[in-house]
């Protein structure tokens, strides 16, 4: 068999997708004499795509061919012989080599770190050589990572536009005034006097750590600023990447807002300062403005969106197609400010990009001069442990706040993630495991039900976890169910909008979150399963019917005809029309209303008893229980499971099909291989 067609039984082994194995054939049918070894690079490219990397690191692939495999794949023979066969090519090469032919190919163009491509301006693939690492792209991302760090890089050498004088004297303001004595860092303060700095800065932090109140205090610093001067207030935006994490943040500045207690700021009075920092939080689709039936934006770099500042939420969650589209429907001057938890999970889609822009945050690598101007302009002094001589411009503009607001410092559910985020090494250091019994075995409790649940195998015996687990989602579900049950008596519309409204809010009470999508502990399995339990339980009834009442059922594409966004919840209920019930999906209306959709016109929803933890990002629930299945998966990482036990806001149950595998999911990392950080410096 030619390898060009062993590439084809491996799309019928389910190892590759088709588009992958097209790519090659194309490749070959354009170029001549391209060596087999380059169409196996340029699969793997392709292939790397689905696992969410923007490109590939030919020594990585040379090194940790297994990488490849990180998709939720099933295990049948036919996919293991197609594994077995592609390690073993990979196993035959020799970097170099594998270099050479690559750059031999009339398919790939080849281009250092300063972004001078040699080769075809339109070739599919690019290479990236620099300091002896060698990245290879497919065209689209590159030019998307090209977009990012040049936007970036311009923006981080702009010289700031506030006197430092003023910011020192707006922070000593807003936060606690001019500090005589060092109490704990306030990275809150660091933050916003970095942000007011730069034009580019990244404000990170886990959940309740305040960057909503730090990004509301640092906009009225701005506005203050701009209004002292008697110029008309800066034009402000903003956005999230999903329409679950607008609306949320949409309520949480706010609330956030309202309870701010701001001072007067050079003269100008909370009351005004509040009236011009915007409440009003939009997807990032909506902002650039999507052109109808295409990937593209009605604001692009030739109709840039007009703003100030652009402050994007839940930026882990942008991917760096996404990224790139918000860099070119901007102006360059627009000041953009990040804010995210650069700990969750990756976006679903290729790239990293909050990750890789935050790499140094943990550690600061502040440089000397940063840490005098820190001291100096924040009024703050930092451990030597944040500096660091050779730390690039981008880490001066990126700061992590550490200390959570909401869950009480040394809460157990904050405790839990803060464990399960640490990298540690084992063999050196406690295991994570042993701490981790310790906290689930703390005794919390919030009105009499415990914070915290742990149930594995093989403590619990199947039985046993059966049993809990039917309780845990009769108990769970149960409660919004009831309210399904509470349908009005009378055929008026006023009342079923009430209706939907205690029912969408019951439901945000407990969720499910699962690892993978298929098999028994999968999302599909769960959902069936929880169906029949709920049916046994009497909480349900005709789940025969697609739309049987109490359906709950998330978006899974943005559908502009209606108005729903990716990740948007909805539940089947009935709703007068005519004098008569009809079947409708009742969702949010962002608004603090409700809005009722037709069944026949929601395209691409799903059942969503159980959620994939990766689309749980930007929701948070009252409970959340997390399920991590008995098989271990390289899709198990420290990054999904500190995702789902920070979705909960009062209790957390983790129930997992063994300890090894939670051991191993807690001590295995997300990696992703991008340019990102090296390029921008
Ligand atoms: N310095 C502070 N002192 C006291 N309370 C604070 C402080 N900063 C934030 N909070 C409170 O902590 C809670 C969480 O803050 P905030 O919403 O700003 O955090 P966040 O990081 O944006 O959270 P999320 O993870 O939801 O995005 C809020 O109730 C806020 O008022």
Known sequence: MSNVNLMKSWVDAGLIRYVDYALVKFTQEQTQNVSDEALLAIMLTSHSVALGQVCINLEDVINTPEALFSM????????????????????GLSLQAWIEVIKGCPAVAVTDASGTVEGDPNSPLVLVENNGSALLYLRRYWQAEDIIVKAIRARLMSSSQIDDSDIRSLLADLFDGNKEFVTDTD???????????????????????????????????LQA???????????????APTGKAAARLNESIADNLQRLQLPELENIQPEDLKAVIPTQVMTLHRLLKPKPNSRQFMHNKANPLVADIVVVDEASMIDIEMMASLFEGIEPTTRVILLGDKDQLASVEAGYVLGDLCRGALEGHYTPDTMEWIKNVCGEEMSDDYRDEQGSMLNQAV????????????????????????????????????????????????????????????QHSDSVLEADFKKLITFGYGHYLDVVAQMPQNLDAKAFDQWGKKVLQAHTNFQLLVALRKGDWGLEGMNDQIERLLV??????????????GRPVMVTQNDYSVDLMNGDIGISLRYPVNG?????????????????VLPSRLQSVETVFAMT??????????????L??????????????????????????LISGGEKVLEEAMNRKVERTSGLSLYIS
């Open 399 to 458: 700061c992590m706040l550490r200390k959570s607001y909401r869950f009480l410092e040394g809460g157990v559910i904050h405790r839990l993630a803060s464990l399960v985020n640490e990298e540690r090494d084992n063999y050196l250091e406690a295991p994570k495991m042993d701490e981790l019994k310790d906290i689930f075995a703390e005794k919390d409790a919030v009105n009499g039900v415990p914070v915290l649940r742990l149930l594995t195998q093989p």
């Open 187 to 221: 990275w809150q303060r660091i933050a916003c006097g970095i942000a007011a700095s730069n034009h580019f800065s990244i404000i990170t932090g886990g959940p309740g750590t305040g960057k909503t109140t730090t990004v509301l205090k640092l906009l009225a610093l």
């Open 613 to 626: 933890v990766h689309k749980s990002q930007g929701s948070e629930f009252h409970h959340t229980a997390m």
């Open 628 to 653: 991590l299945p008995s098989q271990s998966s390289p899709i198990l990482t420290k990054e999904l499971i500190y995702t789902g036990i920070t979705r909960s806001k009062k209790h957390f149950t």
């Open 225 to 239: 600023e701009r209004l002292k001067q008697a110029l008309p207030p800066l034009a402000i935006r903003l956005a």
């Open 580 to 596: 008569e019930l009809k079947q409708r999906v009742v969702f949010s209306d962002g608004k603090g209303g409700v809005r009722w």
């Open 72 to 91: 939720d794949e099933g295990d049948d023979e036919a996919q293991q012989v197609a594994r077995v066969q592609m390690l073993e090519w990979i196993n």
């Open 536 to 549: 046994s339980d009497k909480k349900l009834m005709n789940i025969d019917s697609l739309w049987y009442l």
